[in-house]
């Protein structure tokens, strides 16, 4: 039965450090009050240990348990899930820290930090969270080494954890490669599995796309097979919003197919497109995709879908045509549809609808000068515009002046409406930034846009994008050369920042080397590097093989290399094969054949002067080596020491 012992100041420190860098990463994703909570509890353990003082009453650890349950039900509503669950496991790692007495509750603290290292994942897959999740993990090693091993300094016991991590490496990259790909989140219970996800909605009101504009968050990359299109024809397709009900605009009906409904026309761009997890269908492609994905729908309004909810990242190797015509045959009801207004809402809109329309020969005469009229108003735009009131538009054109891409695009698509021409509000993104790095193309939270269409016969759906009537820089050079200088940019989008972006630029390269290679090693992935190796059609049997044989063998390197470095490094030979070398100088080396007692015998003939020194070392060694004594760090280094001043002149 292992003996119960008391932990060491060293071994409490090192435990203190293993929660505390098990915890610290999730207190970006901890509500304010279970960070405090957290610090606390391992502040108060950390005086403890100074101060040799004794844990607090167990009555006390309760109390602190239950309320710190009600907190979490009362902030969550329910105990089963990631973001609860994970906020227990927190408080009750500190707690069990505050309660640790005994080495036997060391070891029960260090695997609640491996826990709670695997539940960084669930939010963020980044190089840097699996950079801290090792680091902790490699602090909760060194913490169960120095239970074994308390006589050891710290640095040797550091370098152990770190040569232990490193002798699961080779493990780990067998089982990364070669155990059967799973899909899906890492989190799976319907309750908050998805949480924490940004992006578009399937609707817009005032100011809800004004709200992604302060995200620097990244929404997709593209990777283009070559030039990338123009500024003026990054529009990335999302939602396209034909219902209003005067104040907020809704998707209308539309129809699903495995193909598109039009014909690509144009330059082409072949693009690699990673998708971020935002919890929505549809794919974000740049207008107008051809039909060369598979499993994937092509919707009557143009937009590309896939087949469920985008939950985890996702790449699509896609061919856009952004000239292509589209809509030139539409249905009757697609045009009613998008002719359709609330009564009673924005009358003075009307009233200025009626008189642009008024003598109009056609639709295209209308559309002029609808934009004619806009670009007089002397629209600004802006990511803090006043808040409206019951008739939005109206406010917006004749009173504050001041909006963002939603308010013009939905100002634009009420007047077209009440001429009588068909429009509808389109939203996805616009734009995008090249990192110099990698060349990727990266589109932000922030590049969210809204813009729209209109139907015009013999030409079909034309975009036509409101905001570049007053702010023409956002189409062509982004969200930050386009606002007033009195607003708030995102941090890394001010200007005199160049070297924090440029080390943004790095770490986003990065990044997306490890999402393309690591992440987004799928199933496909590998089932086509096994091919490349010769496993045509691998299934789990084929998988099972493989891993086991690479298991085996990376065990038997790994015996012969411990073994070897056993014999090579072990401390007490490294010092008696110093004393051979040594003698050897002087014409008395060590016979292979010969013990330590009679080369000492010998040494005392062959150097008289030294006979009492050379004996002395021969027998401690044989002590050190042979008998009862124990061969500890510091009889070793004496030993050492007594070799390195042997003077034999």
Not at 219 to 229: I, K, N, T
Not at 539 to 548: F, I, S
């Amino acid at each position: 039965m292992r003996e119960v012992r008391t932990p060491t100041p060293l071994q409490f420190g090192w435990l203190l450090a293993a929660v505390a860098a098990t915890v610290a990463p999730h207190a970006i994703e901890l509500s304010a009050w279970l960070v405090i909570l957290c610090a606390s509890l391992v502040a108060v353990r950390a005086a403890l240990s100074w101060r040799r003082g004794e844990p607090p009453h167990q009555l006390v650890i309760v109390l602190i348990a239950i309320a710190s349950g009600v907190g979490v039900k009362l902030e969550f509503g329910h105990f089963f899930g990631k973001d609860p669950g994970v906020a227990l496991l927190a408080v009750l790692l500190c707690l069990k820290l505050l309660e640790s007495r005994t080495t036997r509750d060391v070891r029960a603290a260090v695997l609640l930090t491996f826990f709670l290292q695997a539940g960084l994942f669930f939010d963020n897959q980044t190089p840097g969270i699996a950079a801290l999740a090792l680091a902790g993990t490699l602090l909760a090693t060194t913490t169960l080494l120095s239970l074994e091993d308390d006589g050891a300094r710290p640095a040797a016991q550091l370098r152990t954890g770190a040569v232990l991590l490193a002798q699961g490496l080779p493990f780990m990259l067998v089982l990364f490669v070669l155990f059967p790909r799973v899909q899906g989140p890492l989190w799976g219970l319907p309750a908050d599995a998805y949480s924490g996800m940004t992006g578009l909605s399937d609707s817009m009101a005032p100011g809800s796309i004004s709200q992604l504009g302060l995200s620097d968050a990244i929404a997709f990359r593209a990777e283009f097979d070559g030039v990338p299109p123009p500024p003026a024809q990054r529009y990335w397709r999302g939602p396209v919003l034909t219902r209003y009900d005067g104040r907020t605009w809704r998707p209308g009906l539309s129809v699903a197919a495995t193909a598109p409904g039009y014909e690509p026309s144009g330059t082409g761009y072949s693009y690699r497109l990673t998708l971020e997890p935002h919890n929505q269908p549809w794919l974000l492609a740049l207008d107008f995709p051809a039909a060369n994905l598979p499993n994937a729908r092509y919707t009557s309004d143009y937009r590309l879908l896939a087949e469920q909810p985008v939950r985890v990242r996702a790449r699509f190797d896609l061919r856009s045509y952004p000239a292509t015509a589209i809509g030139l045959t539409e249905t009757a009801a697609a045009l009613a549809e998008a002719r359709r207004l609330p009564a009673n809402v924005n009358p003075r809109t009307r009233e200025l609808a009626r008189e642009i329309a008024a003598g109009a020969p056609d639709h295209d005469a209308i559309l002029v000068r609808t934009l004619e009229r806009l670009r007089s108003i002397g629209l600004t735009y802006t990511l803090s515009p006043p808040l409206l009131g019951t008739h939005a538009v109206d406010e917006f054109l004749f009173d504050t002046r001041q909006g963002f891409c939603e308010h013009f695009a939905s100002a634009f698509v009420f007047l077209m409406r009440a001429a009588g021409v068909p429009a509808r509000v389109v939203t996805g993104y616009q734009g995008g930034e090249i990192n110099p790095v990698d060349r990727s193309l990266v589109v932000r939270q922030s590049d969210a846009h809204a813009w729209a269409e209109v139907w015009l016969a013999g030409r079909g759906w034309i975009r036509v994008d409101p905001t570049a009537l007053s702010a023409p820089a956002r189409i062509e050079s982004g969200l930050s050369a386009a606002l007033p200088e009195w607003d708030a940019l995102p941090l890394l989008r001010r200007p005199g920042l160049d070297w924090l972006r440029d080390l943004r630029h790095r770490w986003e390269a990065l990044s997306n080397t490890w999402n393309q290679w690591v992440l987004g090693y799928n199933p496909d992935r590998q089932r086509e590097l096994l091919e490349r190796i010769g496993f045509s059609q691998p299934d789990w049997r084929t998988l099972a093989v493989l891993l086991g044989a690479s298991a085996t063998a990376l065990m038997l390197l790994l015996f012969a290399w411990a073994f070897a470095q056993r014999r090579r490094y072990d401390p007490l030979d490294a010092a008696w094969a110093r004393l051979s070398r040594k003698l050897a100088r002087h014409g008395a080396a060590r016979h292979p054949w010969e013990g330590p007692l009679e080369y000492g015998q010998r040494l005392s003939t062959a150097f008289p002067g030294q006979a009492e020194a050379l004996r002395t070392i021969t027998e401690r060694y044989a002590r050190l080596r042979y008998g009862a004594d124990h061969a500890d760090p510091h009889s070793v280094r004496e030993l050492a020491r007594s070799i390195r001043r042997l003077n034999l002149k």
